[in-house]
């Protein structure tokens, strides 16, 4: 089953900063986030995914997000709470989602990683955070592998001083 990803780096393809969003907050990128994860046909839900240290990251504190499945990849294996389940790889966490609405992987850089060369990825929802927030997380830069997709959703914002672009991308 194919996914996307959600993700939003800065100009150095920065993602996070001491297990943390590195940039004030972003109203409008979090309604995006949200709105793309959760959507889903009536009676349906989607499924995201991310790595053991973004579910214990400031922003998710061990909480599965409200309406979605959330699924943690662990290789150590992580406690299990309810509207969560664990899995070993990434293969595996998109097994264990398969029959969601959708499927999102969400972070952090080593699942994006593993998931930019993934067969089955199909678009990158991506936000283009403008400055350099001096990241200690990144991902590669993403315009070496994928295009823009003009979709109806794109387009600049600006929150908390912080000007950033919503794109949809697919690979080249
Ligand atoms: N800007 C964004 O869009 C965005 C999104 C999400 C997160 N973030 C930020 O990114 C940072 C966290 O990212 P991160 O790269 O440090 O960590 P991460 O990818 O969230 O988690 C890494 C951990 O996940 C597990 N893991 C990852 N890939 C795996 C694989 N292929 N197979 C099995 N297990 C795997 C391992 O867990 P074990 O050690 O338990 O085995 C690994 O130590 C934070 O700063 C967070 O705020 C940013």
Redesign the pocket.
């Given at each position: 089953m194919s996914f996307d990803v959600?993700?939003?780096?800065d100009s150095d393809w920065g993602?996070?900063?001491?297990?943390?969003?590195p940039w004030p907050r972003l109203k409008g990128d979090l309604q995006h986030f949200k709105r793309v994860t959760t959507d889903a046909p009536l009676g349906k839900r989607n499924a995201i995914v991310?790595?053991?240290?973004?579910?214990e990251?400031?922003?998710v504190a061990g909480k599965p997000l409200p309406n979605r499945l959330n699924v943690v990849?662990?290789?150590?294996?992580?406690q299990g709470v309810d509207g969560m389940v664990s899995a070993?790889?990434?293969d595996a966490a998109l097994e264990a989602a398969k029959g969601s609405a959708g499927i999102f992987v969400?972070?952090?850089?080593?699942?994006?990683r593993?998931s930019f060369m993934h067969p089955e990825l199909r678009w990158v929802y991506l936000t283009r955070v403008e400055g350099d927030f001096a990241c200690d997380?990144q991902i590669p830069n993403l315009d070496q592998m994928f295009e823009r997709e003009p979709w109806a959703g794109e387009g600049t914002f600006e929150d908390n001083g912080v000007a950033y672009r919503i794109e949809k991308m697919q690979r080249r």
């Open positions: 959600v993700v939003a780096a993602i996070g900063k001491h297990n943390a969003l991310m790595g053991r240290r973004t579910w990251s400031k922003e990849v662990t290789r150590r294996g992580v070993s790889s990434l969400v972070g952090g850089a080593d699942l994006f593993a997380t």
